[in-house]
């Protein structure tokens, strides 16, 4: 939301789009009374009037990509963002008070809560940003400008919902951009909006943005379905306890299996602690790994320095939270030893 806000106000949006290759994109405004006359030419920069920095984030190739063309839309989408962060702060500050505070049942109710987060929140939402790629971004990059006074007049397909009512949803894949499609413009532009081309698009060096509809489009089916995977309250689908206690060894021979790794989980927040930060931490280090082996916005591969500095900022997150999971792993570890320990006293004893 800052970023935005910032970018809208002192940063160099509108000129950049017109020229992503030579215009230098700007963070925000240096107001430092210490700078003498070298460091003010030193850092006035990518056409403005004083010093400033230049942004390495990637956030203008992200906003260009996804569809923003002008600084009312940045304005527009901080302060989006804004309403959700104070809704956010809302809900945060209800449930702290003691009528809306949820029970230890509720956060115990593992197969609930799994399904909600599959479904509801990776579901719904890459269907949502799904909907947005369709709808506003690949238009814009083929010169339209969608917006909320022109989205129901503009059909993201010649055919609109035709195809997927009939079961031909191939021609959602049929007249892809071409290979010297100038994005941004109509030049050489298709009306897919649903392809599997692979490769990159030749002149902004990234993935084809039909491309990645279908991938978030994949997704949001996957995890629709998954979501409701799980029992629930109503006592429809899998039991993890079940599934987990069902898989043990042939005969025996290599110890009870899983039996009560389901409670195990369920009931340590050590152990569920150190196994989130361990996941998200390989997650977030495939992500820099990712970013510059399939850059996924325009123009992003040409900038070899905000490359660079993305992974290294991804690698260093990603460093920093798989070491934040041995702590409590660490605790979860010593904790069953000593418990199994002094069980063992315990039978001694009697």
Known sequence: MDVRKHVAWQGNFESWIQDPLHVRPIAHAIWDPHFGQPAVEAFTRGGAAGPVNIAYSGVYQWWYTIGLRTNEDLYTGALFLLFLSTLSLIAGWLHLQPKWKPSLSWFKNAESRLNHHLSGLFGVSSLAWTGHLVHVAIPASRGEYVRWNNFLDVLPYPQGLGPLLTGQWNLYAKNPDSSNHLFGTSQGAGTAILTLLGGFHPQTQSLWLTDTTQHHLAIAFIFLIAGHKYRTNFGIGHSIKDLLEAHTPPRGRLGRGYKGLYDTINNLLHFQLGLALA????????????????????????????QAAL??????????????????????????RIRNRMRIMYWQEC
């Open 311 to 336: 992974y290294t900022h991804h690698q260093y997150i990603a460093g920093f939270i798989m070491t934040g999971a041995f702590a409590p792993g660490a605790i979860f570890s010593l904790g069953i």
């Open 279 to 306: 996941s998200l931490g390989v997650i977030t280090s495939l992500v820099a790994q990712h970013m510059y082996s399939l850059p996924p916005y325009a123009f992003i591969a040409q900038d070899f320095t905000t």
